[in-house]
């Protein structure tokens, strides 16, 4: 297919894409974003964050996590190279580990990709890892940022978080729901 963008900002731009037939689908397209599922195995919790989110105009709790690129032109570099997008993302998942939980991540291992639709093209990989520690930097929040960072739940507490619409960034909680799931069998 050939492609036009036909409009752009810092964050998102549309796209015109013709197909063989003649038809133009215009897509929206935003940089891709990470979350982490960050778990303690042994006391069966996990790390959520208590987030201030201005869209919402409330507070939130969330998988900690954030842009992959800050740009546009960042992620169109990226994909003009040819580079492995996981490995980028996995890099970033590592970095708002610190900055936005203070823990220090060992390794970890992508749990799913979350493709957003096809006429918005926002995907979010969703990483997770029980090798990790407490970081002796603690927090290095962004300007802005509102985050609370030591909201450890067990497993059957997050589950009734995203039952009772806490967290309400709903495809990262059904993804949630679905790891949780896993757990439970």
């Not at 935003?30 to 982490?36: K, S, T």
Request: negative net charge; hydrophobic residues 40%; proline residues 1%.
């Amino acid at each position: 297919m050939n492609e036009e963008v036909f409009a752009k900002g810092k964050l998102f731009e549309l796209v015109h894409l013709k197909q063989n037939d003649g038809r133009v689908f215009e897509v929206a397209r935003r940089a891709p974003g990470v979350r982490l599922i960050i778990c303690d195995k042994e006391n069966e919790t996990i790390l959520l964050t208590k987030e201030y989110r201005q869209e919402l105009g409330e507070w939130d709790y969330r998988l900690p996590g954030g842009k992959v690129f800050d740009s546009l032109e960042e992620y169109e570099a990226h994909r003009s190279s040819g580079d492995d997008i996981v490995e980028a993302a996995k890099k970033q998942a590592i970095n708002e580990a610190q900055q936005e939980a203070g823990i220090e991540i060992a390794s970890l291992d992508l749990h799913k990709k979350s493709v957003l639709g096809a006429t918005v093209e926002w995907d979010l990989y969703v990483f997770e890892t029980t090798n990790w520690q407490a970081s002796v930097l603690g927090q290095e929040l962004e300007v802005g940022e509102k985050i609370e960072a030591d909201n450890w739940v067990t497993y059957d507490e997050a589950r009734l978080m995203v039952l009772n619409g806490f967290m309400q960034e709903e495809r990262i909680a059904l993804i949630l729901l679905q790891w949780l799931e896993k757990r439970a069998q």
